[in-house]
Antibody
């Protein structure tokens, strides 16, 4: 089964940008969508967006739309989530997940902690 | 945006008993409903999709039901490894998709 490996933890200052990567062990991203989810410390899961290179489509959560961009590089089997204009409440563990069926993430990365602090 | 609610917030259950978790959507999502299990320090794990189809690795004591706006996850004969937080998520044909706030299943 596919394994997803995410980039290492990041510490950023308010107003900066962060780009988190998610690399698959196979060519899954050519055929399946990728969801990005975050989880603030001690909180629940927040859906951020979904991208499908296969059908060339993205969906974003209203709360982060305009600040987030999802991309996929199928040649390197890597998906990216870039979040700009970071605020302290963006501090969270960010997860990528490959579709099991469209919209439901069946294969998850290990998570990337992004800390926003001055 | 479709808002998901879950009840109860916390469910205290003895091993071997049954847990019934509820999830409600503010608008119909058809059967486009998933359940996830999350343990501390781990990513979520897909339990159920299509409201009632078990994901790989989950035994038959996990059951899902519902359609439209009301959904239930039932875990029979609770085992120690089942104690966790469970989230529902809708993935209807009208993004954005959203998660519920979660139900913690704890040992009584």
């Amino acid at each position: 089964q596919v394994q997803l490996v995410q980039s290492e933890a990041e510490v950023k200052k308010p107003g900066a940008s962060v780009k988190v990567s998610c690399t698959a062990s196979d060519n899954s991203f050519s055929s399946y969508g990728v969801t990005w989810v975050r989880q603030a410390p001690g909180q629940g899961l927040e859906w951020l967006g979904w991208i499908s290179a296969f059908i060339n489509k993205t969906h974003y959560a209203p709360r982060v739309q305009g600040r987030v961009t999802l991309t996929t590089d199928t040649s390197t089997r890597t998906a990216y989530m870039e979040l700009r204009s970071l605020r302290s409440d963006d501090t969270a563990v960010y997860y990528c997940a490959r579709d099991y069926v469209t919209g439901a993430g069946g294969y998850w990365g290990q998570g990337t902690l992004v800390t926003v602090s001055s | 945006e479709i808002v998901m609610t879950q009840s109860p917030v916390t469910l205290s259950v003895s091993p071997g008993e049954r847990a019934t978790l509820s999830c409600r959507a503010s608008q119909s999502v058809g059967s486009n409903l998933a359940w996830y299990q999350q343990k501390p320090g781990q990513p979520p794990r897909l339990v159920m999709y299509g409201a009632s189809t078990r994901a790989t690795g989950f035994p038959a004591r996990f059951g899902g039901s519902g359609y439209g706006t009301e959904f239930t996850l039932t875990i029979s004969n609770l085992q120690s490894e089942d104690f966790a937080v469970y989230y529902c998520q809708q993935y209807s044909n009208r993004p954005p998709w959203t998660f519920g706030p979660g139900t913690k299943v704890e040992i009584k």
